[in-house]
């Protein structure tokens, strides 16, 4: 029965008697198939996103950051030693440059040619453009300094007491470190000095660990040259970094590097060069959609470049990695990575190391030259049910003298499952001694070689 109710209703009373007695009466609605009914009166006139209109001539509207113009000029600043819209050669300079663009929504930084000698790493923002002019343009730290705490904090604390002051200066990069007295391992806290008094320093936040002296906790002048936390949209351009890796104590890559994200997505490095880190190049830890293209990392103690951990989907291209302990790193549970046309050589250890569910990666039409170790370790890690480099694609590399007399090429290990390894030359172009082109343990399973071309090795294959 179809109920049209009209307009002449003037009273809501009437309105709502009428409602009642044909509806409620007639069509012998329950309240359950009143809900329904209604919810799909409400539904239907609700687009999905795929049937949404699209948005072809967008305007800034207060609040919506989806959809705007492709506007022809955002703000620029220039920073530099002289000549500039910021004068300075410090941190403070470009960080003063990073929080005006911020404030603004964004824009670009044009750094000057100059040497900036950082005190603190640069805090990046979101989308923000860090442009240098390339070798001329050169952010490096002076040398680290150590000192022991002198008096206990408690992890709700905010500030630590040094034994003596040191060259420590407010608003410096510090990085806190102690041995944990519940488990032996060593806790790392990375904060900046805020105020002082005396070797007593006030810290930019609260310590949320236990600095006791019973850990032998200490401070150190340790930091990223460029870091950020959750946050996007960044392109870093046409710079040089330097972490005066001879004056400088070793900072892990999972803390610091010549760059270090975390939780960050959407980041492009470009003709980046970070060279002499006491520990590693480029690092990001939890770090989705980060481009490294056209990058030089060479001469750092640890790592060229490191796709940290859980990090997915990274690209990294025609890079050059050179002279680092491992070159490229695939850290833990990074997936559908592409590394291609990379150049990496002399590398102390291993070119490429790929490893705890690191899977669905492509490394294609890269030079790994002159490894000290091994050219690409699929490393072994029995510490999960499947923790392997499993499904991961290794394709038209060319794999160069690896290793010592007893050196290989490309060695899976473990359990490594559903690997291809197709159209790839390795050579060895020293004397046979014991050396093996590829090496696949007994346990891997799934391992496809396909038109490998292995010259100039004692043994070209160990299957098992």
Known sequence: MRIQLQCFCDDIDQLGSLWSSNVMQNMN??????????????????????????VTTPRATDGDEAHEPDWEQKLTLTVGPKHADLVGSDD???????????????GTIQLLPGTFTLRNAISLSSNLRLIGSGAETILTKGPSETIELADDSDWYDQEVTLSKSGDFKVGDGVLLKTVNQDNGSTDVIKRTLVARSGNRFKLDNGIRKNLWLTGKPTCSSLFPLLTSEYTSDVLIENLTLDGNLANNENLNGNYGGGIFLQDCNRYTFRKVESRNYNGD??????????????????????????????????VLKNNRLERNTIGLFWCWGVKYGLAEGNRIVDNRNFGISIGHNDTDNVMRNNDVIGSGKVGVLFRDDSRGEDFWANRNLVENNRITDSGDESGIAIDVQGKTKNVRIVGNEIRETRQPMSRIGIRISAEASGIELNSNKVEGFATAVVNG
């Open 281 to 314: 190049g480029i690092s990001f830890q939890i770090c989705h959609d980060v481009v490294v293209e056209n990058c030089h990392c060479h001469d750092n103690a640890d790592l060229g470049v490191h796709p940290g951990s859980g990090s997915q989907r990274p």
């Open 29 to 54: 609605l329950n309240r359950r198939g009143f809900l329904v009914t209604t919810g799909a009166l409400l539904s239907a006139g609700a687009l999905s996103a795929a049937e949404r209109p699209e």
């Open 92 to 106: 403070k300079v470009i960080q003063a440059a990073v929080d005006y663009i911020t404030r603004m929504g964004g």
